[in-house]
């Protein structure tokens, strides 16, 4: 089985704290994801990673970066926690197929209250 | 840009009642199609997805989902539904572009009462 995880499942930092979200998959995907949840806004991308030390910057990249140093790992980085980052983060992973079957494997999720 | 769609932000049935929730997506060729739940405080999962062939696609717990290209729609819906299905379900598209990611709907949360 696909496996995604997420360093934290509860998280609670200080404003102006530099906070690191790790996720780790098993499965060699070339893909991995990071989304912030929101009621009421869904899911929206903040980075992708196509690669080894590739990215892109998502929907909402301001105040996040990110790292891949190792395939199998990618770190969300949160530079100065502000209040309005409270929120769900999931990470994804996938293989990157020609045919556009790229169905994602999803972590567990790790909810940060920035206080 | 291709998006999708989910009518109603909120849909509540009773238990045993059936379940439709509602995805439409946009794209100019058939794309490939997919289903997830999440449960409360936990990651998204994988119910159904549509690739190629049947348009008739049977998932987990019961579900299934039809794709209609004349319709653009990809409807989720199970028989009878159980207290256990409480969740939020969110549809969601691999755009023609192909380009790795996938096009989440905003996400229909399932209430169902007894």
């Known amino acids: 089985d696909v496996k995604v995880t997420q360093s934290s499942r509860y998280l609670v930092k200080r404003t102006g704290e530099k906070v690191f979200l790790e996720c780790v998959q098993d499965?060699?995907?070339?893909?991995m994801f990071w989304y912030r949840q929101d009621p009421g806004l869904g899911l929206r991308l903040i980075y992708f990673?196509?690669?080894?030390?590739?990215?892109e910057k998502g929907d909402i990249p301001e105040g996040y970066s990110v790292s891949r140093e190792k395939k199998e790992r990618f770190s969300l980085i949160l530079e100065s926690a502000s209040t309005n980052q409270t929120s769900m983060y999931l990470c994804?992973?996938?293989?990157?197929?020609?045919?556009?079957?790229?169905?994602?494997?999803f972590g567990p999720g790790t909810r940060l209250t920035v206080l | 840009a291709q998006s999708v769609t989910q009518l109603g932000s909120h849909v509540s049935v009773s238990e045993g009642a059936l379940v439709l929730l509602r995805c439409n997506y946009s794209s100019s060729v058939p794309p490939y199609l997919f289903w997830y739940v999440q449960y409360p405080n936990q990651g998204l999962q994988l119910l159904l997805k549509?690739?190629?062939?049947?348009?008739l696609v049977k998932g987990i717990n019961g579900f299934e989902a039809e794709f209609k290209k004349s319709e653009t729609s990809f409807h989720l819906t199970k028989p009878s539904a159980h207290m256990s299905d409480a969740a939020e379900y969110f549809c969601a598209v691999s755009p023609s572009s192909n380009t790795g990611k996938l096009i989440f709907g905003q996400g229909t949360t399932l209430q169902v009462k007894p």
């Open positions: 994804a992973s996938s293989l990157w197929l020609a045919s556009g079957d790229n169905e994602q494997f």
């Open positions: 549509y690739t190629t062939g049947a348009t």
């Open positions: 990673s196509y690669d080894v030390k590739m990215k």
């Open positions: 499965m060699d995907h070339e893909n």
